[in-house]
């Protein structure tokens, strides 16, 4: 029993010891949740992508003070650009070690002064950006120092401009892309000829202005025009490059293009509009399958493929539980050639390391296979993510992307649609479209002979045996009808609002049921068209269905539009009555029924570069009605334009502040029950005492 005794705490003993010796902290669980975007652009949870595996709190007995930049180089070795402000030395340093968290070596003490960027090549030099000793150091692989640059003597470059690095990168040829702290020219370009040759400056971004600002600047003198606040171009924050020699940034506060891949050109690859990008970004690394990895300041990771659609969103900042995987103040990231990710957290000076989940290296898989032309082999990876998540739209689109490049243009359409794919459905779609007209273009115009041809042999036996006397007997005896001759003069309205509006306002044409049948088609219409119409144009999600509230809406906006609209009629003494402005509003509404079926029918068989037909159409057929309904009000209550127009702003006020009105009674109504399920609540709780 004592000898199992002592085993045990030997055991015991082992396991401690182990763990002071590696600075090495393995992972328990994942403390955050992984998010990507659907095809609707909404943020939604997916399975984990990136596993928290460890954290390297120091290298061998060095503990980093003040990191600000984290490189790997191409034989896996981890480069920090330390300050050392706080270490036992007090000296800037590169620190180099390995994935294990060993020392292998200490790069720059006694010549570095506040290194804020380190980069290394393949043939393993490395460039540090020394911010405070304003140039750039170059150390061959063993830590010796073989070259430096300072500021560009170059004119081009600006006598007042100070040379701060802070980040850079290096291509194939040599040649440097440098950010410099507050230099908002872009990103500066260093040749290794000569000396150093200022090449120019790269990847400038733009000053954002909007109208005001620049009717601003138009109409002020030159003083007040000094005292307004610069708009210049934002300072790159980080930047990278990839194995193309493309150079990625990203800069705090540049909406849309917080992220760039910039070609040799400086000209921007990608233009994200879905909002995904990180708020505060502090660096970037190219990853191994044309995509991009952005870490955000607060400890988000953001991965997107390399049109700049997000893939995964993970990580996060740290809540005082000291958890792996979440971070405090990140400043750099990195990765390997297995895709696992280095995140510097330099507020508490360690290297937060994740690794690739299966699903995430199946991906990974499909992007490099796609990336290559290689389509039929892609879609075996995506048929696995797919089977793990049906819903993660990006694989649904690269699996209608693949099925497309194989001419299967059928399955192409059906993953296009479940991924929202709206320019692959569109490619797709126009491929069936031309082989279904080649099929069928003969038939249809037989067709169409027929009926012309079957068209004037009616007309010429009417003319002869009169054949169509008794259909037109029945037409006019229908049109006496009084239901059906309101109905009818709807249309009569629809083309002569003026003419129409003296029928409705003296000649008894006002009616509630012709107006409400009217109405009626309206919604019906209004409904089938907004949950069934062509997917290129549909705006609501699939299988989202919320009618009632729809008809709701439709009656509530009628209903305020004619109670309003009556009331300011009434008090400027127009001679409308209530039943005389519902008619003419519901009787504005016939080019909606008329011209939404034929916009209904183009959505199903346009594709993207054609629907501008239907687009048209709904343009005209809203400001028909626009028409129809000021005439209607002008001619009704006998107004002169000057005075409608007057009505039409007074109806609009009265419509806010009856919109106002309804929204507190509903706050104030929400709160009384609030208070009353609460009082129930409270008593039912006592009674079960």
């Known amino acids: 029993m004592r000898k199992l005794k002592r085993a045990a705490a030997l055991a015991l003993m082992l396991v401690l010891v182990t763990t002071m010796v590696f600075s090495f902290t393995a992972l328990a669980d994942t403390p955050y949740v992984t998010y990507t975007i659907n095809g609707y652009g909404q943020i939604r949870q997916t399975q984990t992508a990136y596993l928290a595996h460890a954290t390297i709190t120091k290298f061998g007995e060095e503990s980093l003070s003040s990191p600000s930049d984290i490189c790997l180089a191409p034989d896996g070795l981890i480069y920090v650009a330390d300050s050392g402000k706080n270490?036992?030395?007090?000296?800037?340093?590169?620190?180099?070690?390995?994935?294990?968290?060993?020392?292998?070596?200490?790069?720059?003490?006694?010549?570095?002064?506040?290194?804020?960027?380190?980069?290394?090549?393949?043939?393993?030099?490395?460039?540090?950006?020394?911010?405070?000793?304003?140039?750039?150091?170059?150390?061959?692989s063993q830590g010796r120092l073989i070259n430096e640059y300072g500021k560009p003597n170059s004119p081009l470059y600006g006598d007042g401009i100070k040379f701060q690095p802070i980040k850079l990168v290096v291509n194939a040829a040599g040649i440097m892309f440098i950010v410099c702290e507050s230099n908002t020219n872009g990103i500066v370009e260093i040749s290794p000829t000569e000396g150093g040759t200022f090449l120019g400056y790269f990847g400038t971004n733009y000053a954002s202005t909007d109208l005001m600002t620049i009717i601003y600047r138009a109409i002020l003198t030159d003083a007040q025009r000094a005292k307004m606040v610069s708009n210049i171009p934002a300072t790159p924050t980080n930047l990278a490059i990839d194995g193309k020699g493309l150079i990625y940034t990203v800069t705090r506060g540049n909406e849309n293009d917080t992220l760039k891949r910039l070609n040799i050109a400086g000209t921007n690859m990608i233009h994200n509009t879905d909002g995904t990008y990180a708020s505060t970004p502090v660096a970037v690394v190219a990853g191994n399958h044309d995509n991009v990895y952005v870490a955000d300041q607060q400890g988000y990771i953001f991965e997107y493929n390399n049109e700049g659609e997000m893939l995964f969103t993970f990580g996060g900042p740290n809540d005082g539980s000291q958890r792996v995987g979440l971070s405090t103040m990140v400043s750099g990231i990195a990765i390997d050639k297995n895709d696992w990710i280095y995140v510097l957290d330099s507020d508490r000076a360690q290297v937060q390391i994740y690794e690739p989940t299966e699903f995430t290296d199946l991906?990974?898989?499909?992007?490099?296979?796609?990336?290559?032309?290689?389509?039929?082999?892609?879609?075996?990876?995506?048929?696995?993510?797919?089977?793990?998540?049906?819903?993660?739209?990006?694989?649904?689109?690269?699996?209608?992307?693949?099925?497309?490049?194989?001419?299967?243009?059928?399955?192409?359409?059906?993953?296009?649609?479940?991924a929202k794919d709206y320019d692959g459905y569109s490619d797709a779609y126009w491929e069936l479209r031309n082989v279904w007209l080649k099929n069928n273009i003969m038939t249809a115009i037989i067709l169409c002979v027929l009926l012309f041809v079957a068209y004037k042999v009616v007309k010429a036996l009417?003319?002869?045996?009169?054949?169509?006397?008794?259909?037109?007997?029945v037409l006019r005896k229908l049109k006496k009808n009084k239901f059906i001759s309101n109905f009818t003069y709807a249309g009569y309205y629809m083309k002569k609002p003026a003419d129409g509006a003296y029928g409705i306002a003296a000649e008894g044409r006002a009616n509630w049921l012709v107006s409400s049948f009217i109405l009626l088609i309206f919604i019906v219409e209004y409904v089938v068209d907004k949950y069934t119409r062509g997917f290129l144009l549909k705006n609501v999600m699939e299988g989202r269905y919320d009618i009632l509230s729809d008809v709701g809406m439709v009656l509530a906006?009628?209903?305020?539009?004619?109670?309003?609209?009556?009331?300011?009629?009434?008090?400027?003494?127009?001679?409308?009555?209530?039943?005389?402005?519902?008619?003419?509003?519901?009787?504005?509404?016939?080019?909606?029924i008329l011209l939404t079926p034929i916009a209904y029918a183009l959505s199903h068989i346009l594709t993207l570069n054609e629907l501008f037909l239907s687009q048209i159409i709904q343009i005209v057929t809203y400001g028909w009605i626009a028409v129809?309904?000021?005439?209607?009000?002008?001619?009704?209550?006998?107004?002169?334009?000057?005075?409608?127009?007057?009505?039409?702003?007074?109806?609009?006020?009265?419509?806010?502040?009856?919109?106002?009105?309804?929204?507190?009674?509903?706050?104030?109504?929400?709160?009384?029950?609030?208070?009353?399920?609460?009082?129930?609540?409270?008593?039912?709780?006592?009674?079960?005492?």
Request: hydrophobic letters at 45%; proline letters at 2%; a positive charge.
């Open 87 to 140: 270490s036992e030395s007090g000296q800037a340093r590169i620190v180099v070690g390995n994935t294990d968290g060993e020392l292998v070596r200490i790069v720059g003490e006694g010549t570095l002064v506040n290194p804020r960027g380190v980069f290394v090549t393949d043939n393993g030099d490395i460039y540090v950006a020394d911010r405070d000793a304003e140039k750039i150091f170059i150390f061959n």
């Open 557 to 592: 906006v009628m209903f305020a539009l004619t109670a309003c609209t009556y009331l300011v009629c009434t008090i400027n003494e127009g001679e409308g009555t209530v039943k005389k402005i519902y008619t003419f509003f519901c009787y504005s509404l016939m080019p909606y």
């Open 363 to 418: 991906l990974h898989e499909a992007l490099y296979l796609y990336s290559k032309g290689r389509y039929t082999e892609a879609k075996e990876p995506l048929s696995q993510v797919l089977r793990m998540n049906s819903m993660f739209d990006y694989a649904n689109k690269a699996m209608g992307r693949s099925y497309f490049q194989e001419e299967n243009f059928r399955q192409a359409l059906k993953y296009a649609r479940l």
């Open 462 to 473: 009417d003319r002869r045996a009169h054949i169509l006397n008794k259909p037109r007997k």
């Open 628 to 689: 129809l309904a000021v005439v209607g009000l002008k001619e009704v209550n006998n107004f002169t334009a000057k005075e409608t127009v007057k009505v039409i702003l007074l109806t609009a006020f009265t419509a806010l502040i009856l919109a106002l009105l309804i929204f507190i009674i509903y706050v104030l109504w929400a709160q009384v029950f609030d208070f009353i399920s609460a009082i129930v609540g409270e008593g039912v709780y006592r009674l079960g005492y």
